[in-house]
């Protein structure tokens, strides 16, 4: 896939950019626990700025629906920004209106301003063309950097392009290049491991891996439903149970299950670990992580293969003792020689816990992008900027 990049526009000189990111970092109490989305973004912010361009920063922050909510607003992510560029960041608190016209108006070559989180208006989501019109009106050029809201209509991600001259920022251009390894490459063997709880999200991405790679490992509750559709005893574990005929079709040689697994009575960090084959599992137990033999199992696959890509956790992630085959695998990969793409919020919270992070060829700031991504589908973020 060819797009258009910021690279190829030659004079930025004097140009004001609206620039579209995901900052949207996870918060407690109005301070941000994890700036892993800011730093993804600084290499395309810098290089605006080293072409002598202003940018204009579009964000969101969690879902507001459309209504101003104090402890979504994008100050504390201004704050950091300024913080890891050395370089102030003016904050505005409104999307648009007489006060971000008039700041925009005014920015000198080499300044950055965030307008306020763009979901605080309540045409954002509707990808509404007015909203993208007005915003359009600030800016020379639109960058589009934000990966992970690519898979959603909305007016600062698809509307906005037909009204600007439109480009890939740096890291929409790495999670392309990527992630369409993934699909396209030709190296074998190759592998995916699809893990998190619901079959639901992740069965069209299954589906379209098992035509594209050597192997796809499962855990995570959505092995459940491969159990049921083999008939075996899964007591009360989390099950989609509409899901399971789904399951049953897609039991092919490629697609590796879990031969044993750890059971609990109750999900609890106090509950005893039980490991046992995955086919004798009683019904007052619940599946809770993969066990030491499938670790091992996939293990082997992992160490013989050329590429991984791997999303969602394998076990019960919020409790220690049921994300030891997760740390494991991770391990296993973060070793070895192969390729490592890896995605999603809780998979990249696990490799940044243990310290791994930088063993991994490429970590993508997409969850729900980057499986749509993987599904084979054009997002509707990146396809105005394919090139035609």
């Not at 209509?153 to 392009?161: F, G």
């Not at 019904?283 to 091992?296: H, M, R, T």
Request: glycine share 8%; with cysteine; aromatic share 6%.
């Amino acid at each position: 896939m060819k797009i258009r990049s910021i690279k190829s526009t030659k004079d930025l000189k004097g140009k004001k950019v609206l620039l579209r990111v995901d900052f949207n970092v996870p918060l407690k109490k109005g301070k941000i626990i994890d700036d892993f989305r800011i730093k993804s973004g600084l290499p395309t912010i810098k290089y605006l700025l080293n072409k002598g361009a202003a940018v204009i920063i579009l964000n969101h922050l969690g879902r507001p629906k459309g209504k101003v909510t104090a402890e979504l607003s994008n100050k504390p992510v201004s704050q950091r920004l300024s913080k890891l560029l050395k370089k102030k960041v003016i904050q505005l608190d409104e999307v648009v209106g007489a006060k971000s016209s008039k700041t925009v108006k005014s920015l000198k070559l080499g300044q950055i301003v965030m307008l306020e989180n763009v979901r605080f208006h309540h045409r954002e989501e509707k990808n509404c063309k007015r909203l993208a019109r007005t915003l359009a009106s600030y800016a020379d050029l639109f960058v589009n950097d934000a990966f992970a809201v690519c898979h959603r209509k909305a007016s600062s991600v698809s509307a906005i392009t037909e009204y600007l001259p439109s480009y890939a920022g740096l890291l929409l251009e790495s999670e392309i290049e990527n992630l369409s390894k993934v699909l396209e490459s030709k190296v074998k063997p190759k592998v995916a491991i699809i893990g998190g709880a619901k079959l639901e999200t992740k069965v069209k991405v299954i589906t379209n891996l098992l035509k594209k790679m050597d192997y796809v490992l499962v855990g995570g509750a959505i092995a459940n439903n491969f159990f049921k559709a083999k008939g075996y005893e899964v007591g009360k574990s989390l099950v989609d149970d509409e899901y399971v005929p789904v399951a049953k079709k897609l039991l092919k040689n490629k697609l590796i299950i879990p031969e044993d697994v750890a059971v609990a009575k109750k999900i609890s960090a106090k509950s005893k670990s039980i490991v046992k084959p995955a086919n004798q599992v009683n019904q007052s137990e619940i599946i809770l992580d993969i066990g030491p033999k499938s670790v091992k199992k996939f293990t082997t696959i992992i160490k013989k293969s050329k590429m991984v890509v791997w999303n969602g956790p394998l076990g019960y992630f919020e409790i220690a003792k049921f994300k030891k085959a997760s740390s494991q695998i991770a391990k296993a990969i973060a070793g070895s020689k192969t390729e490592s793409i890896i995605g999603g919020g809780e998979t990249v919270q696990l490799i940044e816990g243990l310290g791994l992070k930088n063993k991994f060829s490429f970590v993508s700031t997409g969850g729900g992008a980057m499986l749509e991504f993987l599904e084979g589908k054009m997002l509707p973020g990146i396809r105005p900027l394919v090139k035609r």
